[in-house]
Nanobody, 125 residues
């Protein structure tokens, strides 16, 4: 069982930066693939970034080059550094984790067993 708590969201202007944090508790967090998903009002939840056990990272095309995902297994933390934010990045951001994600499934939210409550990111133009 893994519990996830996100923090770091807020209201910023276009071009600003934010760093989201995902604090995990529970067993064997370092054996879990972790991802950030986001859901904008009226839209489906979508994959933003993911990081595997070996720190290999994956990004949606919409955030590639602007967002960076990282993890600190010693602290049971995963971070999402978001730079050059755009109004279209406005969404609730969720941290998700699972121990059995295949590389081909990392972008699929249905594959993740553990979810945080989400943190709101709002980017004004």
């Amino acid at each position: 069982q893994v519990q996830l708590v996100e923090s770091g969201g807020g209201l910023v202007q276009a071009g600003d930066s934010l760093r989201l944090s995902c604090a995990a508790s529970g067993r064997a967090f370092d054996r879990h693939t972790v991802a950030w998903f986001r859901q904008a009002p009226g839209k489906e939840r979508e994959f933003a970034a993911g990081i595997r056990l070996n720190h290999t990272t994956y990004y949606a095309d919409s955030v590639k080059g602007r967002f960076t995902i990282s993890r600190d297994n010693a602290k049971n933390m995963v971070y999402l550094q978001m730079n050059t934010l755009k109004p279209e990045d406005t969404a609730v951001y969720y941290c998700a984790a699972d121990a059995g994600i295949h590389m081909s499934s990392i972008t699929q939210d249905s594959q993740y067993d553990y979810w945080g409550q989400g943190t709101q990111v709002t980017v004004s133009s």
